[in-house]
């Protein structure tokens, strides 16, 4: 990607964090750029969210694969993917404003379909392992998984100044509910 479409997608970022509603020429004057050099790298507001769209997939991906890397253990595998999966949706929360959620994102993004692909062997491994309580579905792991993350940054929007104590509470809620307690450790 060029340096010019990067700052574009740097800049958009940042201003739909602030305002989601904020328009191509808010973003444009934020990097100095006319809107028609921005035009020239983006049609409209919708091509500029797909683009965002795909990178925030690219980076999640990248996130997750280095959780993954992080550790053999497979709990910190999910400790250390739970704690970036808050950091990355806190900082692309704005995108729920133009999707429903994640809903689709599967069928529609080749990397976010590769890290739910690795999220779920996660998941696998540490039932596999007999971690989970055995009476929770993968679809209840899974579930609860995201519902806890979405609480966590509804709380950090509301006052990001508590990120660290919520990010911690969400992780210890999650795992309390549904890693079985001598595995914990």
Sequence with gaps: ?????????????KAFSKDPNASMEEIAESINLSRRTLHRYFN?????????????????????????????????????????????????????????????????????????????????????????YSRLTMDWIESLYFSTIDAAINLIVADYSKKELVSEMALTSYLNAVIRQSKLG
Aim: charged share 25%; aromatic share 10%; glycine share 4%.
């Design 1 to 13: 990607m060029n340096n010019t479409k990067t700052k574009i997608i740097d800049a958009a970022i």
């Design 44 to 132: 409209g507001k919708s091509e500029l969210i797909e683009e965002i769209i795909d990178y925030a997939s690219s980076l999640c991906l990248q996130k997750t694969k280095e959780s993954i890397q992080s550790s053999n253990d497979p709990i910190h595998q999910l400790k250390s993917m739970f704690l970036s999966d808050i950091e990355s949706g806190h900082q692309f929360r704005f995108l729920y404003n133009y999707r429903n959620g994640f809903q689709g994102m599967e069928k529609e993004s080749k990397d976010f379909a590769e890290m739910m692909l690795l999220f779920r062997d996660l998941l696998e491994a540490i039932q596999s392992n007999h971690f989970f």
